[in-house]
């Protein structure tokens, strides 16, 4: 998959992305997606670079925001990609770093638009991504 600056522009890739949001399988295009990219990625960089995958923060969202028939899939959809990507990125034999799991109970380090984290969880995850360096 070519992943050019110009092809961003291109109208098919609008109604490709259209098309994935409303489409029921979402979950199986990441994992493939994850797939070619891991894959994509052991051909490219060196044996000798340190590549960390990180798995996805913890989401929240403020009522009506969301579609009624997604609202209790979502967390579930995260979770499920977050194990899958998990172990693909062990089977391709990358770091993980669980971000889901040191920082699902850090509510109270979330802005006001309930999704984004403040400053204080970007620190304890700088300090987790240094500690698993070192």
Known sequence: MDLSPTLSSS???YRMIAGIMMSNQP???YKTNMDHLFIRLTEVLSPKCLL???TSMSVGFKAGEMLK????NVRWDIIEGNFY???LADLHQLDVIDVHFH???ELRSRVKDV???NQLAHRKYTCILMAHID
């Not at 028939?69 to 209790?72: M, P």
């Open 11 to 13: 109208p098919h890739v």
């Open 27 to 29: 979950l199986q295009m």
């Open 52 to 54: 960390i995958c990180n």
């Open 69 to 72: 028939y997604t609202i209790h």
């Open 85 to 87: 990507r998990a172990t």
């Open 103 to 105: 920082l699902r109970f």
């Open 115 to 117: 999704t984004h984290s």
